[in-house]
């Protein structure tokens, strides 16, 4: 078995952005900045020759390159219950469709479809039994965040493997946009 996601990698530019305001909530644990991405689908943890199947699939995903960029953050949850922090995707067509067509192609190697509604984003920090007037103050000290654009060319297949400090991904494969 083994954990796969499709993801847009960041520039060194905007990572050292983002790293930049991972500070002000004691609990939270901060994403180290190469796991740092734009997830487009989370397939989970998957047999090896469906694996296979699923990078055959990606590789006739098919689409132009375009631009997204950041903004905003916000956590998820809500009270003690809140689990992350996050930078904002700005909305756009262009990215929606490619998380759909890797939701396809997710189908066509035979995944059960996801049942969350497409969120965009950048998860910054995991927390555990934060206090939500810290997370409040920290979103509202970075609520302004908005990047440059940032030219997306291609998208990779990456896989996830715990380990004590946290999740290490690796690039298993990248896809060309044309």
């Not at 905007?14 to 939270?28: E, F, K």
């Not at 956590?75 to 904002?88: C, K, L, M, S, V």
């Not at 509604?117 to 979103?139: G, S």
Request: neutral net charge; contains cysteine; charged residues 25%.
């Amino acid at each position: 078995m083994i954990r796969l996601f499709a993801a847009l990698a960041l520039p060194p530019e905007i990572v050292a952005g983002l790293v930049r305001r991972q500070a002000g909530v004691d609990t939270a644990r901060w994403r180290p900045p190469e796991t740092l991405h734009v997830t487009l689908r989370f397939f989970g943890d998957i047999r090896e020759d469906v694996a296979r199947d699923l990078d055959d699939e990606l590789s006739t995903v098919a689409g132009a390159g375009f631009e997204i960029a950041l903004e905003g953050v916000g956590a998820f949850g809500e009270g003690r219950d809140i689990h992350a922090i996050w930078a904002g995707v700005t909305q756009s067509h262009a990215l929606n469709r490619l998380a759909r067509a890797c939701e396809m192609a997710a189908r066509r190697a035979g995944l059960k479809p996801e049942t969350r509604r497409y969120r965009p984003h950048v998860t910054l920090a995991y927390l555990r039994h934060a206090d939500p007037a810290e997370v409040a103050a920290w979103i509202q000290a970075n609520n302004l965040l908005k990047s440059p654009p940032v030219a997306i060319d291609r998208f990779g297949l990456y896989s996830s493997h715990p380990s004590k400090e946290g999740s290490i991904y690796r690039l298993e494969a990248e896809y060309p946009l044309s």
